[in-house]
């Protein structure tokens, strides 16, 4: 992805947030100039990768396929004294913008439609053994009601409702066409995008970047190269 890209999708999603009355911390609108300045008190945050984290998963295609993410509270899988033992999100999709399939092997997510349009999921199952996609029916709960589905059958969530999503349960989920866009809510437990997602389509979780123009506000994944410190060091 280009630089200008990032900034423009941060903008983007920011704009959309504040339209829809949702508030982000204070360092979402932090310049590199000012993160260098607060280094010594973020090191928590640089350790759990909170803040904007912005992908086409490689694809070139962002407004296609990937996403704005931001992540608001985490934990961590090897450091239980550090952050918090569940994990907030939100993510900010374009009309006709999804994920790829993919599942994970530990978080249990529930995915909210928090606002806009009409929140667009596609369930298969995976063999814990393979890894494999599955053609076999789909039980899932929604805001606590039991449901069975085909695999790769459409699933709609409005605004307020939620799908809770469990292990080796891979998922396609975005904005469906026709509704606009769409800003979800992610809680679950402690998440680990580095170790934890496995994608059934070719992808990348972090793009590679063209600095084309410089950095509005920098991505979870850049701050030890930016800020030169150890984001371990507490």
């Known amino acids: 992805m280009k630089r200008s890209e990032i900034n423009q999708a941060i903008r983007y999603a920011s704009d ?53 993410l931001y992540t608001m509270r985490n934990g961590s899988d090897t450091d239980p004294h550090a952050g918090v033992p569940y994990c907030e ?29 009409m929140l667009q999921v596609f369930l298969w199952n995976a063999d814990p053994g393979t890894g494999c996609q599955l053609d076999t029916e789909v039980c899932v709960y929604q805001d606590g009601i039991r449901h069975v589905y085909q695999p790769g059958e459409e699933i709609l969530i409005s605004p307020g409702n939620s799908i809770s999503l469990t292990p080796y349960l891979a998922h396609v989920f975005g904005a469906k066409p026709g509704y606009g866009p769409l800003i979800c809510g992610e809680v679950s437990k402690v998440n680990n995008d580095v170790t934890d997602n496995y994608f059934l389509e070719p992808t990348s979780r972090f793009p590679r970047i063209e600095e084309d123009e410089p950095i509005l506000h920098p991505m979870c994944n850049e701050y030890g190269s930016l800020l030169k410190a150890d984001p371990c060091a507490l």
């Open 16 to 68: 959309l947030m504040k339209a829809c009355h949702i508030s982000l911390p204070e360092y979402s609108g932090w310049s590199v100039e000012e993160w260098v300045a607060h280094t010594p008190e973020t090191a928590l945050i640089r350790q759990l990768m909170l803040g904007w984290d912005i992908t086409d998963f490689g694809c070139g295609d962002f407004d296609r396929i990937g996403t704005v």
């Open 89 to 117: 999100k939100y993510l900010v999709l374009k009309e006709g913008q999804r994920l790829p399939k993919h599942y994970h092997v530990s978080k249990t997510e529930d995915i909210i439609n928090r606002a806009g349009g």
